[in-house]
């Protein structure tokens, strides 16, 4: 397709110059761009999608870089960084070296805000209007674009609390589309919906908060929201703009199946059908063994409770939210309320499953620690995408849990190395256990095809032997142990090379260790986590404590943020993947000890 009128746009300025008239047609081309690239390269869809208007007419009325602009979350902000000089290499976004799919302030001068996590937009803008009073930058323009499933989190309600008794100049942009990657839930949607509809009370919840409100009013209009970003210019103090606009919008299909066309892999341009991927007769992901797995439980065992915060297509809780609704629960983005509901249901003898991305328990640091596992409730936590992510990078991947997690007492670490292994914990820990356990599996597939097995209890703190060996033992911690496998497949099961899955990273299957510890000479261990305060640091600690002094190598995610790219690629940056581990495997063959 041509573009006219966007090939003339390499920056803002450039976009200024435009007469108004042109922005629709403008946004138009805008938003085939963004198709065109998005059906061949992949990434997130929908939500840029529905802000292209509002992209344009900021950018056209407001004085970025000068004036402050923050994406909350940047799967909205493709169109900002189009037309913030990154067109020409926007095709490398979310690839190996190219542009984070996210904004990023190293990345662009007109990223004031790095935005992977929901949420955080408002603090960060209202702390940086109060920085520009302090400054005495009285004119500067601070501006935050939020959605209406963001907005609800704990978190934006903090910011929104504090900014309501400010007097700097911000604005809050509330893009309304009654979605987030799952449909918005809650109180807060069920009023704006009312509010759309003009049956709301007649308090206005953000006026009652201090803020100069204005609105609904039809984000796709982009000459209505041009003029009413230049009022607001004018307008001093806290201030919200209420836009109402439809994710997906300008694509049939994406407008029609919001929750898949936010991030749809390849599809037709044309049509937006998505492309099929011939998998074939493949393994299944974690997360529907999960999800396959809790349904049946659940059925089983009257007290499982499932719960996760904004995230049940991505988790799987969906099968059982579809299945058993009135015992699944989606609570919004609200990671801390999630933990510590978990925790209240366990009080009362309920088994609550709490399904939750690894790098989003992060958020839910405290909860873990002063709700749950210091008062040794029983909650399970199933943490998914834990491990390197791929291509949404360093704010997804969940390379900290082992790490955060088995500093704090009371609280079981496990991570299956495949899916019966995932569906037998699961199983074990519903049967009762006196403290909480959380359960951390890969983004991806599994390996066995023949995974529905008849459960099985799994002793707590026990790993497994999977090889013998004389000289070098390996261990490995979850999924990433299958690459240890078939490292050793391709050197011919050599005998000198032990494998131990260990399953349990807390508490230690410490009788098995002090076996190892005599046998072998070497031991590796093998993580897809940090390595500072990791696995292979808990294997170290051991070592110590029992005075062993056998030589430990740790392969683990280095000391350092591992930048976006595919899995395997991700890998390879962190010195985890198959060539590396390969590598010096081979070595230990070839050494002679003193």
């Not at 893009?175 to 069920?190: H, M, Q, R």
């Not at 439809?246 to 898949?260: H, I, N, P, R, S």
């Not at 399953?503 to 940090?530: A, H, N, S």
């Amino acid at each position: 397709m041509e573009y006219p009128l966007l090939n003339k746009i390499n920056c803002p300025e450039d976009l200024k110059k435009m007469p108004e008239v042109d922005l629709q047609k403008l946004a138009k081309e805008l938003r085939s761009f963004i198709i065109e690239i998005v059906s061949t390269k992949e990434g997130h869809l929908g939500a840029s999608l529905g802000v292209v208007e509002l992209t344009i007419a900021l950018h056209y009325v407001f004085d970025t870089p000068n004036d402050k602009l923050i994406w909350d979350v940047g799967h909205q902000a493709y169109g900002h960084k189009i037309l913030t000089g990154r067109k020409e290499i926007f095709d490398t976004n979310r690839q190996l070296e190219g542009i984070s799919g996210f904004p990023k302030m190293s990345e662009s001068e007109y990223d004031d805000f790095g935005t992977g996590h929901s949420s955080t937009a408002i603090s960060a803008i209202l702390g940086m209007a109060m920085a520009s009073k302090l400054n005495g930058e009285l004119s500067k323009q601070h501006i935050a674009v939020v959605g209406d499933a963001s907005i609800a989190s704990g978190m934006a309600f903090e910011g929104l609390n504090h900014l309501g008794v400010t007097d700097v100049n911000a604005l809050i942009i509330l893009n309304d589309n009654a979605i987030g990657i799952d449909p918005s839930v809650g109180a807060l949607k069920k009023y704006l919906t009312n509010v759309k509809a003009g049956t709301a009370k007649d308090e206005n919840i953000f006026e009652c908060l201090n803020l100069d409100y204005t609105g609904p009013i039809d984000g796709h209009d982009i000459f209505q929201l041009v003029k009413e970003l230049q009022r607001l210019k004018g307008v001093k103090g806290p201030k919200l703009l209420h836009i109402i606009t439809t994710k997906g919008k300008g694509l049939k299909k994406a407008e029609e199946d919001q929750v898949v066309y936010h991030a749809p892999g390849k599809f037709d341009a044309t049509t937006g059908e998505r492309l099929k991927k011939n998998n074939g007769n493949q393994p299944p992901k974690y997360q529907d063994v999960f999800g396959h797995t809790l349904v049946e439980l659940a059925k089983q065992n009257e007290k499982i409770v499932g719960i996760t915060p904004a995230m049940p297509t991505g988790s799987s809780l969906k099968l059982m939210m579809d299945e058993i609704p009135d015992r699944a629960f989606d609570v919004g983005i609200a990671e801390q309320h999630a933990v510590t509901l978990a925790a209240g249901m366990a009080t009362q003898g309920l088994v609550p499953f709490c399904n939750i991305y690894s790098t989003f328990l992060q958020r839910a640091y405290d909860q873990v620690i002063h709700d749950v596992a210091l008062q040794k409730l029983p909650v399970i936590f199933c943490l998914d995408r834990a491990g390197l992510v791929g291509q949404d990078g360093p704010t997804h991947h969940g390379v900290f849990d082992m790490a955060y997690l088995r500093c704090i007492p009371n609280i079981i670490v496990f991570s299956p190395m495949n899916e019966m292994e995932l569906r037998n914990i699961m199983f074990t820990a519903q049967k009762g256990l006196d403290s909480p356990i959380a359960i951390r599996y890969p983004r991806g597939r599994g390996v066995n095809l023949n995974w529905k097995n008849p459960f099985e209890i799994v002793e707590i703190g026990t790993g497994r032997c999977l090889k013998e060996g004389t000289e070098t033992a390996i261990l490995t911690i979850g999924h990433i142990g299958n690459q240890v496998s078939k490292v050793l497949e391709e050197l011919g099961q050599p005998n000198n090379i032990g494998h131990y899955d260990m399953r349990f990273v807390k508490p230690l299957d410490k009788q098995m260790l002090r076996t190892v510890f005599k046998k072998y000479k070497r031991i590796v261990t093998v993580e897809d986590g940090c390595s500072i305060g990791g696995f292979g640091s808990a294997i170290l600690e051991f070592a110590n404590e029992e005075k062993f002094t056998n030589p430990v190598k740790i392969f683990g995610v280095p000391d350092k943020f591992v930048e976006h790219g595919t899995i395997p690629e991700t890998h390879t940056m962190a010195g985890i993947d198959f060539d590396a581990l390969l590598s010096y495997i081979k070595s230990t063959l070839t050494k002679c000890d003193p």
